[in-house]
């Protein structure tokens, strides 16, 4: 059925495919970002190690091809007349098999990324005032507020303590709502897996699990005017008893001017847009 | 040599197409411009809509914002009836009537500019201005972008008076029917704004 | 003599009346009186007063170029008229000329001499990220610079195949003498090159921060540098619309006998659907401006929260243009990519219906996209499987120019001259380019690469790796035809494989980098990436110095060595091969009559040019 051609590099493909399927499997996806210190980082790890092993039989196919191409169909050195190749203009068979696995890999990408996505994975991502996919139990919300140029949190169930320093406590699910007092930044807290966009006048909320205690890295991730590259912080994952200990201490060193802050709320009223 | 050419260089003269060329390319210009005004103004529509369902700080129709409803009724029917002028007249052209089609044309110019005049002097009595809420901002954006469209477009029409008045027996109907429809068009986002701005 | 050309319109009297009218408008803008004035006078900034002054500016500049005498012509009566100044000499490549190839050769320098620009600044904004902390530029400058890149290339490459070629070629290949609108075609080109000059202002007012989106409040905020912006996308919003307008009214209704439909060549189709996305999409970019700027000015609160708007509003209307705009610019290389490959493989195109359903439907799907870029802004959360869905379908119509490109090379005999390697470049460019963005497509990885180097890589894997290869394989396939001299195929190599390398040695490491956690428009980043910044720095420069080759070849074969092109060098059977090099003004002595494949290669069938004409060198002037 497959001409010579076809045959060689049809096999050629199964062959690179099988080669590199198990590197893209055991190699490079577990070391796939943001890496795996909580459950949304997981689930995102996961995700794409999925997308690896979907996209590599076409990408494989289509280097392949191009290779074998360029070794086997190339005019030969020296030749000067011009000699036309044979005039196929379509295969209506090879149409059809491309057009059917593309569309396959495409949808099942789709529903896979949907399931992933209410289920969990994609918790880490802002999702609205109101996600769809919420984690049961009890969860602990920490507003991140972000402001030109630095974010500052409440811990609304803290007293709405405000700190400049991002602390949570392990194996408890944290709900992050993210909002912004002047223009659009986005919270991206790297190694939990959780990227939100801080807008004014909106709560963005992301749900994150932390494993175990670790230090994590918090960067700006919009573009958010003169010193957005500076925008960034350290953040801490702790035991809940070390936790307990560092919310009391710092609702009692704090307490001078906590009284002076807005009350807590979901979104402030942003500043005037002032020119900077 | 080629088949199709010589290297000599010809200017223009010997080599322009035959006039349905320029007939067809007006008719479909003009509907593509359609197309790419009613983009224009879909972004004001959307919006409107949008802003209107966030109410952000409850700012979007705040007390003391209220349309001038008699003006721009006044505006949406001086522009349709400058619209149905503009078609008869190119009708007319189109039968070879060259005299009716500039009286109409001189109607829908003087109805069109009417329009216009409305709409300043709705402005300069707005009791509203551009800071007040949501929907202050839309109107404000909204009106003047129409009304800019309507002055370009009588520019167009202008042109083709001129043309008719300076040679009557230029019967070439094309570009009056292709501004007709484009005017007509407008026309149409002139009710649309109507319906948007001041009934919804 | 002498005297009379530089007093009539031309590029001189346009530059004198575009500085008065910059002064005269900035002084009329400082006469309006109004309820935001107070607001100016507080910050020292006016700018009611910059943006009457880029209106005033540009109308002067356009009435220095002559633009002006033709509509005033029209309002006294005069009967309307198609061409203008298509005398010989090179002084109409310098003013208003309505020649389709005249302009296509404007647009090639014009375009190129302001993406030349733009390519400097990226080659600045890479000399900072030599040190993770400062090292050359302060925030601002840095910024400044960023956002002028993306700006400026964003700007210019809308127009950036479609300006050169599809202006020069498309009325040649479809068997027509003149573009549908001339005097359009050159106002689109003159409003562009405004539009450049005006983004370079924004120098002198502070520069902007907002990147080439220039999301609100931040562009609300901004200084007065940010008008410079706005005015550039507004004017170049209105040159693309009238480029598209034009192109989409030319391919209707100007086909030559027989050039049906099914019978254009690809390069055509490319055009076709990237106009149809400039004429509806573009709209809505000049709208969402028009609304920052009377916020900026008249202090309405479109984007404004505590004014009753929202900065949502100005990211979804932004992206309802901004993502068939990307396609705006990925389209016109697919055109050019199907168009060289069956010249090289010696072959018809490979399912020529399926590319131009590729390209139509991409056309098509890229208007139901458009919040996959909104994924973690909380923006309709819920609707958020759909973007996903719509997003991945994509590809299957972008899938469908890749088997038609790769069935293009199937038993083919292949010669690897300087075009065929940009495409070819193309498709491996592309390629990765495409599979970087499943990662962004798919919501919960776009968690972590949304907004980083990862996304910022991959939009240059798909713009630079496709948009600007295929416009070089444009040029070097097309150049000698539109000169009459040959570019020199050596340096064209060399060019070509330095860029190659470079490039994928700049980029490939930035998905890294991204994946790695460095997120987009920083001017400093973590230390352990300052080794991987640092290769990625080198390679950039290497890939700058890989235009120097290009331009060392341009100048040198175009101005000096000044060798006679052939009339067919490739062997095409194309129509633009059958003509001289350059084409006469009037393109053909008489119109061509159209076979059924617009690739006639390898058999006997009817078609334009069969024989592979090795014409005889043209006499030269």
New interface residues.
């Given amino acids: 059925m497959l001409s010579s051609?076809g045959r060689k590099l049809a096999a050629l493909t199964v062959i690179g495919t099988a080669i590199v399927l198990p590197l893209m499997v055991f190699v490079l996806g577990p070391n796939?970002?943001?890496g795996k210190d909580t459950q949304?980082a997981k689930?995102?790890v996961f995700?794409?190690t999925v997308?690896l092993v979907?996209?590599t039989p076409?990408?494989v196919f289509?280097?392949v091809?191009?290779i074998y191409?360029?070794w086997a169909?190339?005019?030969p050195k020296g030749?000067t007349e011009?000699?036309?190749?044979?005039?196929?203009?379509?295969?209506g068979p090879?149409?059809i098999a491309?057009?059917a696995t593309?569309?396959i890999s495409?949808l099942f990408?789709?529903v896979f990324?949907?399931t992933?996505?209410?289920a969990n994975?994609?918790a880490?991502?802002?999702?609205?005032?109101n996600?769809?996919a919420k984690p049961s139990g009890a969860v602990l919300p920490i507003q991140v507020i972000g402001q030109q140029w630095e974010f500052t949190y409440r811990y609304p169930t803290y007293g709405g303590v405000e700190t400049a320093q991002l602390v949570i406590p392990e194996g408890q699910e944290i709900a992050f709502h993210?909002t912004s007092l002047?223009?659009?930044h986005?919270f991206?807290a790297?190694e939990l897996?959780?990227?939100?966009?801080a807008?004014?006048?909106?709560?963005?909320?992301?749900y994150v699990k932390a494993d175990h205690p670790q230090t994590f890295?918090v960067?700006?991730?919009?573009?958010?005017?003169?010193?957005?590259?500076?925008m960034?912080d350290t953040g801490l994952v702790v035991t809940p008893a070390a936790f307990a200990s560092w919310i009391a201490a710092r609702k009692s060193q704090f307490a001078p001017v906590s009284k002076y802050l807005p009350p807590y709320s979901t979104t402030y009223?942003?500043d005037?847009?002032?020119?900077? | 040599m080629s088949d199709y050419a010589t290297p000599t260089s010809a200017v223009g003269g010997d080599f322009e197409e035959p006039p349905q060329v320029m007939a067809r390319n007006l008719r479909v210009a003009s509907q593509l411009w359609a197309s790419a005004t009613a983009f224009f103004f879909f972004a004001f529509v959307f919006a409107y809509f949008y802003l209107r369902s966030l109410n952000s700080q409850n700012l979007w129709h705040p007390h003391g914002v209220s349309a001038p409803t008699g003006s721009g009724t006044a505006i949406m029917l001086l522009v349709v009836v400058s619209a149905a002028a503009g078609y008869m007249a190119a009708r007319k052209l189109a039968a070879g009537d060259a005299a009716s089609f500039r009286i109409g044309g001189l109607v829908a110019l003087a109805l069109g500019l009417a329009a216009i005049v409305v709409q300043i002097v709705q402005w300069s009595s707005l009791g509203f201005g551009p800071t007040d809420g949501g929907y202050a901002s839309v109107f404000v954006g909204w009106t003047g972008l129409y009304a800019l469209f309507l002055f370009g477009t009588l520019y167009w029409l202008e042109t083709l008076v001129a043309t008719s008045f300076r040679s009557p027996k230029n019967t070439d109907s094309a570009a009056a029917a292709a501004f007709a429809f484009y005017w007509v068009v407008l026309a149409l986002v002139g009710v649309a704004t109507w319906v948007v701005l001041y009934l919804l | 003599m002498n005297m009379r050309r530089l007093l009539g319109f031309n590029l001189l009297t346009a530059v004198v009346l575009g500085i008065v009218g910059f002064y005269v408008g900035w002084w009329l803008g400082h006469q309006i009186n109004g309820p935001s004035v107070a607001y100016f006078a507080s910050t020292g900034q006016n700018d009611i007063a910059l943006f009457v002054a880029y209106i005033v500016g540009v109308i002067g500049f356009l009435a220095g170029l002559g633009f002006l005498n033709y509509p005033v012509s029209r309002m006294l009566g005069k009967p309307p008229s198609l061409r203008e100044k298509e005398s010989e000499g090179i002084g109409r490549y310098l003013g208003l000329c309505t020649d389709h190839k005249v302009v296509g050769i404007q647009y090639l320098l014009g375009i190129g001499a302001f993406i030349f620009i733009g390519g400097l600044n990226a080659m600045l904004i890479r000399l900072e990220l030599m040190r993770p902390t400062h090292l050359v530029w302060n925030g601002n400058n840095y910024l400044t610079l960023v956002s002028v890149h993306g700006t400026m290339m964003m700007g210019m490459m809308t127009s950036g195949i479609l300006g050169p070629f599809a202006n020069y070629f498309v009325p040649i290949m479809i068997g027509a003498r003149r573009m549908a609108f001339p005097r359009i075609e050159a106002l689109t080109f003159w409003l562009l090159m405004a539009a450049g000059t005006i983004l370079m202002t924004t120098f002198a007012f502070g520069g902007f921060p907002t990147g080439w989106t220039g999301y609100a409040p931040l562009s609300e905020q901004a200084n007065m540098g940010m008008d410079a912006y706005v005015a550039f996308f507004a004017l170049v919003g209105l040159s693309m619309t009238l480029l598209g307008l034009n192109m989409m009214a030319t391919i209707i209704t100007m086909r030559a006998p027989g050039m049906t439909w099914g019978r254009l060549p690809l390069f055509v189709w490319g055009t076709f659907s990237t106009a149809v996305l400039m004429v509806l999409a573009a709209p809505v970019l000049i709208s969402v401006l028009l609304m920052l700027a009377l916020d900026r000015t008249a202090q309405t609160g479109f984007f404004n929260v505590q004014a009753g708007g929202s900065p949502y509003l100005y990211e979804n209307l932004f992206w309802i243009f901004g993502h068939p705009e990307v396609y705006i610019l990925a389209l016109p290389g697919m055109g050019i990519l199907l168009e060289i490959l069956p010249v090289f493989a010696r072959k018809p195109v490979w399912g020529y219906r399926l590319a131009v359903t590729g390209m139509l439907g991409i056309s098509l799907m890229s208007w139901l996209v458009w919040q996959h870029h909104l994924f973690v802004s909380g923006i309709n959360a819920d609707l958020r499987p759909f973007y996903m869905l719509s997003t991945e379908l994509i590809s299957l119509p972008t899938g469908f120019i890749f088997i038609a490109a790769l069935g293009t090379l199937w038993r083919g005999r292949i010669r690897l001259t300087v075009p065929m390697l940009f495409s070819l470049a193309w498709i491996f460019n592309f390629l990765i380019g495409g599979m970087s963005g499943v990662f962004l497509s798919d919501t919960p990885s776009d968690v972590t690469t949304h907004g980083s180097f990862f996304s910022m890589a991959h939009f240059h894997y798909t713009i630079m790796g496709g948009l600007i290869f295929a416009f070089f394989g444009g040029i070097y396939y097309w150049l000698p035809k539109m000169t009459g001299f040959n570019l020199n195929e050596r340096l064209g190599k060399i060019h070509f494989w330095v860029m190659f390398v470079a490039f994928n040695s700049t980029f490939g490491p930035l998905l890294v980098i991204g994946f790695l956690g460095m997120p987009r428009r920083v001017v400093t980043y973590a230390g352990y990436l300052q080794g991987a910044n640092d290769w990625v720095s080198v390679s950039a420069f290497v890939l700058g110095a890989s235009m120097l080759v290009f331009l060392y070849n341009l100048v040198w074969t175009q101005v000096f060595a000044r060798v006679p092109a052939e009339m067919n060098p490739w062997g095409s059977k194309s129509i633009e091969f059958s003509l001289p090099s350059p084409p006469a003004v009037h393109n053909f002595d008489r119109i061509p009559t159209f076979g059924p494949d617009p690739y006639p290669y390898g058999d006997d069938g009817a078609g334009i040019g069969q024989r592979p004409v090795i014409a005889p060198a043209r006499p030269t002037r």
């Fill in positions: 051609h796939m970002p943001p949304v689930g995102q995700d794409n997308l979907v996209m076409f990408t289509i280097l091809y191009l191409a360029l169909f190339r005019a030749e011009l000699i036309d190749g044979p005039p196929i203009r379509g295969h090879s149409q491309w057009l593309t569309t495409v990408l789709a990324g949907s992933e996505l209410l994975n994609g880490g991502g802002g999702g609205g005032p996600p769809v993210v002047d223009v659009i986005s991206w790297y897996g959780v990227k939100a966009d807008n004014p006048g909106v709560d963005n909320v992301a890295q960067r700006c991730a919009e573009l958010c005017g003169l010193w957005h590259g500076y960034f009223a942003p005037p847009q002032h020119r900077g």
